[in-house]
């Protein structure tokens, strides 16, 4: 009985227990299926919605660039690109894919290898044409993958590549406004968010997702795509006559300083940027290391007319000028004298162009017309140190313009008054001790013919939906209206009267002013080098357009006026004629004309001699204090008729040493030959009848050039 009883104690005793440990497992069940519910419904869950969940970007099509009439200059076109994917292929299609790449794309061996051979995705080609597509597609090779993009596209190449810049391969904007205005033009890429099995096919009834893209905004240029192509003609022949270093040329507007044309020689192609710009370009760069080779992609896409500096020269004597007035420390009728050398300063001579005949007392109105470098350096000494740095500043050189384009400089200018020299007040004053940029040289020229006013370049017109936005934006007055009209009428003198007249026309009235810089080269200066600059406005009156040519390093014939002159002057005429801004009630009276004669191999006394003779000037921008040195090259050809009194520009070497030509000599009497060579440094050496007869001959013969006191035969006919 009693063990019945501690039996059923027990059993008792196990039975609760198991009815504990279940009623434990129960609760613990239920606590790991609630965990389990809860990880389900968040992290795990939202992981595994994410692992099937694509997003695909959409592209936004890429705003147009227009000129100012509406013309494309920048698009973006549907193009068919091609991809190769390299783990999708297998060993039997390699040769198949080899084959193929080279009869539908024509690449070489060592493409293909470079293609075939490589461990990621391999963009091989765009813009394929429907009948290569039709091709690739026949192949039916899964590492093919054929896709219609966005490409940009620029109707015209090489022009206004500097302007307009290009864009990289995901479309973000290089250079140019493509760069400057790049968020407004790209748009916002829109999303198409889809959830996927794991072969990437989109999985029905799940909550998927599309955003539209946003559209980039087009882009209308101040540009005129009519006078840009005229810029650009005239700019290409004098690039292949001239054979500069870089030439670069901007069109505005003087009254808002809107930038109507800008071109840049040697130019880069927008649509192949990386392509040299000529054949000895593209060979240097499949020489250069990588790092090489971008570091010569940014000096072929630098935009020299903001970014590179110079001294500007002559051409700044319209800054000089337009202070003198302003401040009143000069008039027009101002008298100074220039004795062809200016050397009050200890240790500094400052030669005018006319060092062999000074110019004597003139006023301000001839020194500028005459470019007469020490009647500048006592024009500045008379505006004083604080108040010719106070406008240069003002002028806005040593600071940026604004201009709506990136890599603009600064240009150098002393950093305050107080560290302007004696000497340098000296230089400043005709353009040389300071380094300005073209964009900041017409800016400041502009400014001398619009009123006064300095305003910011903009190469913009207006942003689609911001059409309003549009005004000049106007940084100060920095000369009265009535300087600016005073400089206006000198202007005009400088081109009818003046060294200026390489843009003289009989149809309408310019004015202008003409700059040379000679360049150093290892620590010395040489007339070889040099820097010829042109500032232009016109119709002088009530200037429309202006004109700013820069030519760094021409050859043959280099002065601002012969070179840049002339290249202005071809550029006026043919917008004149575009715009129909001919002033036909503009007469400058009978024109009386002169013939250039032939004066290369003369003495530049010679020379000149001659030209007077012949009613004309001549203009020289040498090193040399000797008039003994020798004509190398006149810049206008023998022959031609001009209008008296006007200027001839005339090269000499520096060192007065240069090669003489042996004049044409044919049917002269001894006595006709000594007056010919006149103190040409030559020695003659007689043979035949020297007495009576004529030259028969000379050896070298004429056209011949000789080393200065080299003998020269001459041969007479006997009797």
């Given amino acids: 009985m009693r063990k019945n009883k501690h039996f059923e104690k027990l059993q008792k005793t196990f039975k609760n227990r198991t009815i504990v440990i279940f009623l434990i497992s129960i609760f613990i069940v239920v606590i790991f299926a609630i965990r389990l519910i809860w990880l389900y419904n968040s992290e795990y869950r939202v992981r595994a919605a994410e692992q099937r969940q694509k997003t695909i970007e959409i592209p936004a099509h890429r705003g147009d660039i227009l000129d100012s009439n509406g013309n494309i200059l920048a698009e973006s076109v549907k193009v068919n690109a091609l991809y190769y994917i390299p783990e999708k292929i297998s060993k039997e299609q390699k040769d198949i894919l080899i084959n193929g790449l080279s009869r539908i794309l024509n690449l070489n061996t060592d493409e293909i290898n470079e293609i075939v051979n490589s461990d990621t995705t391999v963009r091989v080609a765009d813009g394929l044409k429907k009948k290569q597509v039709d091709e690739i597609e026949e192949m039916n090779l899964s590492c093919l993958s054929i896709s219609v993009e966005n490409k940009r596209y620029y109707p015209g190449d090489s022009s206004l590549s500097y302007i307009l810049g290009f864009v990289d391969k995901d479309s973000n904007g290089m250079y140019g406004v493509e760069k400057y205005y790049n968020e407004d033009l790209k748009g916002e890429p829109g999303l198409n968010i889809f959830s996927s099995t794991r072969e990437g096919n989109p999985i029905a009834f799940e909550k998927n997702k599309k955003l539209d893209a946003t559209e980039g905004k087009n882009l209308k240029l101040n540009i005129d795509e009519n006078i840009n192509a005229i810029v650009s003609n005239v700019a290409k022949e004098a690039y292949e006559k001239y054979e500069p270093k870089s030439l670069s040329i901007i069109v505005s507007e003087p009254k808002t300083n809107r930038i109507i044309a800008m071109e840049n020689f040697p130019r880069y192609d927008s649509n192949n940027p990386r392509n040299g710009r000529d054949s000895e370009e593209t060979k240097e760069l499949e020489n250069l290391s990588e790092e090489e080779r971008v570091e010569k992609y940014y000096d072929i896409w630098r935009n020299i007319a903001i970014s590179d500096t110079y001294e500007p020269g002559s051409v700044f004597k319209l800054i000089t000028t337009a202070i003198a007035l302003e401040e009143n420390t000069a008039n027009e009728k101002s008298i100074y004298t220039c004795e062809g050398i200016y050397s ?91 380094a300005v940029t073209p964009i900041q040289m017409i800016t400041a020229a502009n400014a001398i013919v619009n009123g006064g006013y300095i305003i910011e370049p903009k190469v913009v017109k207006e942003l689609e939906g911001d059409e309003d936005k549009n005004e000049p934006v106007v940084k100060r007055q920095v000369i009265s209206e009535e300087t600016s009209k005073r400089m206006l009428s000198l202007l005009a003198n400088n081109v009818e009267n003046g060294a200026a007249s390489g843009v003289k026309s009989a149809n309408y009235r310019v004015g202008g002013k003409s700059g040379t810089t000679i360049k150093i080269e290892d620590g010395k200066y040489t007339s070889e080098k040099v820097v010829a600059s042109f500032y232009s406005a016109f119709p002088i009156d009530n200037p429309k357009y202006s004109v700013m040519v820069v030519v760094d390093e021409p050859k043959g014939a280099n002065s601002g006026n012969a070179v840049s002159g002339s290249i202005s002057k071809e550029i006026n005429n043919q917008i004149v004629k575009y715009k129909n801004l001919e002033e036909h009630n503009y007469n400058t009276g009978d024109i009386e004309e002169s013939t250039v004669p032939d004066l290369v191999g003369l003495s530049l006394k010679n020379a000149v001699k001659l030209l007077e003779e012949n009613n004309l000037k001549a203009n020289i921008v040498n090193t040399s204090l000797s008039d003994s040195i020798i004509i190398t090259n006149q810049s206008i050809n023998p022959g031609t008729k001009i209008e008296k009194n006007s200027t001839v520009d005339l090269k000499a070497d520096d060192s007065g040493t240069s090669l003489i030509k042996v004049p044409d000599l044919i049917g002269m009497t001894s006595k006709e030959v000594s007056v010919e060579i006149g103190d040409l440094n030559i020695e003659l050496r007689n043979k035949g009848n020297s007495d009576d007869g004529k030259v028969i001959k000379t050896i070298p013969e004429y056209n011949e050039f000789i080393e200065p006191g080299s003998k020269l035969e001459v041969i007479y006919e006997s009797n």
Wanted: aromatic share 10%; proline share 4%.
């Fill in 344 to 434: 009050e300063i200890p240790g500094v001579k400052i030669k005018c162009i006319r060092w062999y005949d000074p110019h004597g007392d003139q006023t301000v109105e001839e020194a500028l017309a005459n470019s007469c470098n020490p009647a500048y350096v006592r024009i500045a000494q008379d505006i004083g140190y604080a108040k010719f740095y106070e406008y240069i500043k003002a002028f806005g050189f040593g600071e940026t313009t604004g201009i709506d384009l990136n890599g603009e400089a600064k240009g150098i200018i002393p950093k305050s008054a107080e560290d302007v020299t004696s000497t340098q007040l000296a230089t400043m004053s005709y353009g040389h001790g300071i």
